[in-house]
């Protein structure tokens, strides 16, 4: 399942927004997530890999595209918000497991 264009946070401009004042941060392994409230209705998703951190396109498309599915298997479960996950290096490129536990914490996030 693609992360639709609704569910997407459009361009660096909407990352800064988050990243600038975030109302939640959290910290699972290799995973920073910062999240803000959003005046859409829906949750969507913005996801950066440093290339500094993967050399690779393959393999930081890889990160990103398991990020992205994993966020929309569970998305109809997260409130409103924006959601910015950062990937640390370390990642593993063929692990499959650790996503479910990241958004674990988000789905108890309440909109104020």
Do not use: C
Not at 47 to 75: C, E, G, P, W
Not at 79 to 86: I, K, Q
Not at 99 to 111: A, G, T
Request: proline share 4%.
């Amino acid at each position: 399942m693609a992360l639709s264009v609704k569910h997407s946070i459009p361009s660096s401009s909407g990352f800064g927004h988050v990243l600038s004042k975030p109302e939640f941060k959290v910290n699972k392994g290799n995973y920073l997530i910062f999240a803000k409230q959003n005046s859409e209705n829906i949750p969507r998703l913005g996801v950066s890999v440093r290339k500094a951190d993967y050399k690779l396109a393959t393999h930081r498309n890889i990160i990103k595209r398991r990020i992205k599915n994993s966020f929309m298997k569970r998305a109809s479960k997260f409130p409103a918000f924006d959601f910015v996950v950062l990937v640390k290096p370390g990642e593993q490129v063929k692990a499959r497991d650790g996503l479910e536990v990241l958004w674990r914490d988000i789905e108890d996030l309440k909109v104020e």
